[in-house]
Structure formats: structure tokens, C-alpha cells
């Protein structure tokens, strides 16, 4: 009996063997018939089959289903075109998250927080720093879209532009009577994101300024909530595989193979952009003021690990935790600074969201204005918040921009079939930012200790001292 350590070899030579036969059916080398082809991409597939029950892994689950969908939308796209229901099955239940989720991780955000007094300076320091960075992050993900263009050349799909109605151009007083809601059920059912944002801030707010037994309740409340809908989204995205390679057999069968040349040049767009942002703006700020490259490189290196793996922020912040303490930034301000920009500093979403958002508007044929996409970035810059931890939670943003702007929702499942892949690589920019973020309002406030002085051997000799005094 084989031993599923060699699964993955066996993969391997699976995809090889398909992927030589290919090359030499496309270029003419040998004439191989249809049926072959066929059959030798379907091995190949076998062998991924094997290597996902050896892996036990939802990334890899969704990996696989990846090539399943393509495979089954070129291969049969009459039967990969009706299997669009079941991606709108998670689309759906992934919209169902967007109100509760940012409602209850903002007001706890903010109200968890209440004593103003004794974090207030940490506060605007790592609010100015946040934002100051995410714009920047913003449009540098708009500068990336608009050069490589990779949403245009896209042939909309038979039928969509009947259901696409025009939106009349809104007046600057349109646009800022649309900001604030009048009804917050209404803005929940209409799934308009922004307004949702702008109730769950003044209502966190108002519950910071309330006395300590009524504010309890409620953040306790809004605390369970997050929790909940946290969970509520893991058990959804036990579906994804299956929205994932439903949504990416519908497109292949319904625009054919050619429509993958968009995506990589998307996912390639992204890519680069992250990796700009990396080096020309978080690593000049970490040579400014003073971090040890190197050091901080190999403590935030296991962190940035896991987040790449499970494509979750949350799942690497206890690491996170411990190896900013370890290189010297006080326990305090960790735990201030990294859990507030867990909602507020989410670099690499935020660069994401910006690139994406134009990308649908461009494989929508929207021709937007500079003044158009700059309102989507600063309406990203508040929508963008509060989502953090949640695998693939920015899908839920990019909707919720898509409808508040009158962008058409078929891109999406476009981008659908890539966002595990560029997940991966925001999720760990997320990280990355955050641990630069605290190490920068650390060496702010003049705490910044040496990794020659860390914290941690001196308590160790404290509690060792007090342990010796208990015994006498």
C-alpha cells in the first residue's frame, strides 16, 4: 500500500506528464488526439485529489478546485455554466456577514477602548500613523490597476448588459447625503457597507461615553457577536471550495481559457504592487526610524508564515504578539497597537481593494474619472475597517463597493477563482504592516528598548528573586 507521504510525488508526475503532452500537442511536436488530452488532464486532476486528502487543508481543498472548475468549464462548459448557482450560493452567504461582522468588531473596537484618558495619546499617534499609511497603500494599488490595465479586454458575457441599468451621475450633495444613514435596517438590507460604518463608529462612540455598568452589557455583546459571526464565517467558508470551482467553471465555460490571461495579470498586478509597497514605503519607515531590519525580519518571519498558510490575520496574532515583545517593544503598547490595527491598518487589503475595484470597473467597461476613483478609495478607507481575521473577508467589501457604486457583480466571480492566491499574499503584508506598527509608535514614545535589552530575561530574574523571598 502506498504511503500518502509519496501522494504528493505521485501528483507531480501526474501534472507533469499532462503538461509535456500539452506542449507538444500545442506546438506541434506530436499530434495528440482530444480524448487523450482530455484523459491526461484528468489523471493529472487524480493526482491533485490524492495530494488534497493527504493535506487535509481548506487552502489546499480550494487550490484544487481551482484547476477542477477550469477544467470542467473547458471541458464540458454547458455543464460548468450551470453550476453558476452554487457560487452565488456562497456569494450570498458570504453578504449575509457584512453587517453584524462590521458592526460588532467596530463598536467593540472602539468601545473596548473607552478609557481615553490612559491610552489617548497611543490612539492618535497609531490612528495618524494607520491612515497615513493605508492611503498610501490605497493609491498605490490604484496606480498598479491603471498601469497594467488587467481588467480591460475582458468580453462581458451574453446578457449582462441587460441587467445592468445606468446610475445616474450623483451631485456632490447626493454623495454625501448617501454617506449617512436614515434608517440603519434599511442600509442593512440595501447591503450599503458604508453606512453600516459610519452607524457602528458614532454608536461605538456613544457606548464609550456611557457609564461603566450600561457600557458592559453591550460590549460584552458586540465582543460575542464577533465572535459568532467569526465562526459563522469559518463554517462558511467550508463551502468555498465548491463557490470557489463553481464560480471559475462558470466563467471558463461561459468566456473559454482565454479569460485566465486576465486573472494572472491581475494576480501578477498584485503581486508587484504588495511587493513596491514592501520596499518603497514600509521599509523606508523602518530605516527611519531605526529598526533593526534584519532582527525584526526573523521575529515576524514565523507570524507572517502562518498568515500566508491560513490566510487569516487573526490566526497569526498571538505569534505576532510574542515576537514584537521579544525584540523589545513594551507589553503595553503591543497590546494596544497590534489588536487596533487589526481594524485599522490592513495594508495589504487595503491595496487589494483599491486594485479590484477598478479592475471590475474595468472589465466592466465603466470608464471612470480620476475624481470617480478617487471616491472609491476614500469610501475603501472606511469600509476597509473592522474586518480583519476573517479569511477572504475583503470579497465582503469588494461587494458591498461594487453595489454602492452601481459596479456590476459578474467581475467578482472573476476575481473569485484567483482571491485564495491573492489572499495569501495580503494577508502577510496585513501582518507585516502591523508589526512595523507597533515597533513605530514603540520608538514614538520613547519605549523602543534594544533586543540586547529585552524584557523578558529581567522578569525572569524578578520572579526568581520573588520566588526565592516567598521561600524564606
Not at 140 to 147: K, S, V, W
Not at 451 to 466: C, N, Q, S, Y
Amino acid at each position: 500500500m502506498m504511503k500518502f507521504k509519496n501522494l504528493g510525488i505521485v501528483a507531480m508526475i501526474a501534472i507533469l506528464f499532462s503538461s509535456i503532452m500539452a506542449f507538444m500537442d500545442h506546438y506541434l511536436i506530436i499530434e495528440i488526439p482530444d480524448t487523450v488530452l482530455m484523459f491526461s488532464r484528468w489523471l493529472a486532476i487524480a493526482g491533485l485529489f490524492l495530494y488534497g486528502f493527504q493535506k487535509k487543508s481548506l487552502t489546499t481543498w480550494i487550490l484544487i478546485s481551482m484547476v477542477v472548475g477550469a477544467e470542467i468549464g473547458h471541458d464540458f462548459p454547458e455543464i460548468g455554466m450551470k453550476l453558476q448557482v452554487l457560487s452565488k450560493v456562497f456569494l450570498k452567504m458570504i453578504k449575509t456577514i457584512i453587517a453584524p461582522l462590521l458592526f460588532a468588531t467596530l463598536v467593540y473596537g472602539i468601545a473596548g477602548h473607552s478609557d481615553l484618558k490612559q491610552v489617548g495619546r497611543m490612539g492618535w499617534k497609531s490612528i495618524l500613523y494607520f491612515e497615513a499609511v493605508t492611503t498610501i497603500a490605497l493609491f498605490i494599488g490604484l496606480a498598479a490597476i491603471n498601469i497594467s490595465k488587467a481588467g480591460m479586454g475582458i468580453k462581458v458575457p451574453v446578457g449582462v448588459h441587460e441587467e445592468l441599468e445606468k446610475v445616474a451621475p450623483q451631485t456632490l450633495n447626493d454623495i454625501i447625503l448617501h454617506i449617512f444613514p436614515e434608517n440603519i435596517a434599511k442600509s442593512i438590507a440595501e447591503g450599503q457597507v458604508l453606512q453600516i460604518v459610519i452607524f457602528s463608529i458614532v454608536f461605538g462612540i456613544a457606548l464609550a461615553m456611557v457609564r461603566e455598568d450600561k457600557r458592559q452589557p453591550l460590549l460584552k455583546a458586540a465582543e460575542s457577536l464577533s465572535e459568532v459571526m467569526f465562526k459563522f464565517t469559518n463554517l462558511v467558508m467550508y463551502f468555498a471550495p465548491i463557490g470557489v470551482g463553481a464560480a471559475i467553471a462558470y466563467t471558463v465555460g461561459h468566456m473559454g481559457l482565454g479569460i485566465l490571461i486576465n486573472l494572472f495579470q491581475l494576480l501578477m498586478t498584485l503581486y508587484v504592487a504588495l511587493f513596491a509597497f514592501l520596499l518603497g514605503v514600509l521599509l523606508p519607515i523602518a530605516l527611519i526610524i531605526g529598526v533593526p531590519v534584519k532582527k525584526f525580519l526573523q521575529a515576524i518571519a514565523g507570524p507572517v508564515s502562518i498568515a500566508f498558510a491560513t490566510t487569516s490575520s487573526e490566526a497569526a496574532l498571538p505569534r505576532a504578539m510574542e515576537a514584537m515583545e521579544r525584540i523589545g517593544v513594551p507589553r503595553k503598547i503591543v497590546a494596544f497597537v497590534m489588536p487596533t490595527g487589526y481594524s485599522f491598518n490592513l495594508d495589504g487589503t487595503t491595496l487589494y481593494l483599491s486594485l479590484a475595484a477598478i479592475f471590475v470597473a474595468q472589465a466592466a467597461g465603466m470608464q471612470m474619472t480620476f475624481g470617480q476613483q478617487l471616491l472609491i478609495v476614500f469610501t475603501l478607507m472606511l469600509t476597509s475597517k473592522g474586518v480583519a481575521g476573517v479569511p477572504r473577508a475583503s470579497l465582503v467589501i469588494l461587494l458591498g463597493t461594487a453595489a454602492s457604486f452601481g459596479m456590476p457583480v459578474w467581475p467578482i466571480f472573476i476575481i473569485l477563482g484567483i482571491d485564495e492566491l491573492m489572499d495569501m499574499a495580503r494577508t502577510s503584508v496585513n501582518v507585516i504592516g502591523n508589526c512595523l506598527a507597533t515597533v513605530v509608535i514603540a520608538k514614538w514614545e520613547g519605549e523602543f528598548n534594544p533586543p540586547a535589552e529585552l524584557e523578558a530575561p529581567d522578569e525572569k530574574r524578578i520572579h526568581a528573586i520573588e520566588n526565592q523571598s516567598d521561600k524564606h
